[in-house]
């Protein structure tokens, strides 16, 4: 059984920065690329960064791009996400999901969700 879980939301200011960390388990995700995601309220789960678990190729999305960066570490099956320069516009639930294969580009494409951390960047 995938299981993927997410830790490490909380409250920042503007300017601030948050570490989350995805644990996976239940297969070995060798074949896998490994996503973040954010939803804020009322907007669709939008793609932020993901990377290859094989060759820890890395992809942004444009808004994040020197700001945060997408790690992994193999020995303990987890992900991470690094935000730095945080925004108010950045106020999300943040996801974690898996997909073999490919770059999980949209939400519709991932194969397995965490159940989410909620990260909120006052002004």
């Known amino acids: 059984q995938v299981q993927l879980v997410e830790s490490g939301g909380g409250l920042v200011q503007a300017g601030g920065s948050l570490r989350l960390s995805c644990a996976a388990s239940?297969?070995?995700?060798?074949?896998?690329?490994m996503g973040w995601f954010r939803q804020a309220p009322g907007k669709e789960r939008e793609f932020v960064a993901a990377?290859?678990?094989?060759?820890?190729?890395?992809y942004y999305t444009d808004s994040v791009k020197g700001r945060f960066t997408i790690s992994r570490d193999n020995a303990k099956n987890t992900v991470f996400i690094k935000m730095d320069s945080l925004k108010p516009e950045d106020t999300a639930v943040y996801y974690c999901?898996?997909?073999?294969?490919?770059?999980?580009?949209?939400?519709?494409?991932?194969?397995?969700w965490g159940q989410g951390t909620q990260v909120t960047v006052s002004s």
């Open positions: 239940g297969r070995t995700f060798s074949r896998y690329a």
């Open positions: 999901g898996a997909k073999y294969g490919s770059i999980p580009y949209t939400a519709s494409r991932v194969d397995y």
């Open positions: 990377i290859r678990w094989s060759d820890g190729n890395t």
